[in-house]
């Protein structure tokens, strides 16, 4: 499974985002996905994931009400609709995928993207 993760930037705080993950490969719908992120300094850490149907998704308590995990099952892609963006939300972003119906620990990824960068100014 190849995974291209897209649609960083700059914005300023109170912003939106949209990032994309298109995979490529083994069919898509048979994978959990999810989004990690790494800010400076930090370690990565979970952002959302999103069953393989689609039908349960979690998120990080930091993300909770102003990030959205989608996933387009015809077009291979993965979303994250990020609103309200503050500082704290720099990072690089990446997507991930699991053999998992639906994973939130780092350990249960199996591939991962290149990684895409926000950066939020205040």
């Known amino acids: 499974v190849q995974l291209q993760a897209s649609g960083g930037g700059l914005v300023q705080a109170g912003g939106s985002l949209r990032l994309s993950c298109a995979t490529s490969?083994?069919?898509?719908?048979?994978?959990?996905m999810g989004w990690f992120r790494q800010g400076p300094g930090k370690d990565r850490e979970f952002v959302a994931s999103?069953?393989?149907?689609?039908?349960?998704?979690y998120y990080a308590e930091s993300v909770k009400g102003r990030f959205t995990i989608s996933r387009g099952n015809v077009k291979n892609t993965v979303y994250l609709q990020m609103n309200s963006l503050n500082p704290e939300d720099t990072a690089v972003y990446y997507c991930?995928?699991?053999?998992?119906?639906?994973?939130?620990?780092?350990?249960?990824?199996?591939?991962w993207g290149q990684g895409t960068q926000v950066n939020v100014s205040s």
């Open positions: 991930a995928a699991s053999r998992e119906i639906v994973a939130a620990a780092e350990g249960e990824y199996d591939y």
């Open positions: 490969g083994r069919p898509f719908r048979s994978y959990g």
């Open positions: 999103i069953s393989s149907t689609g039908g349960t998704a």
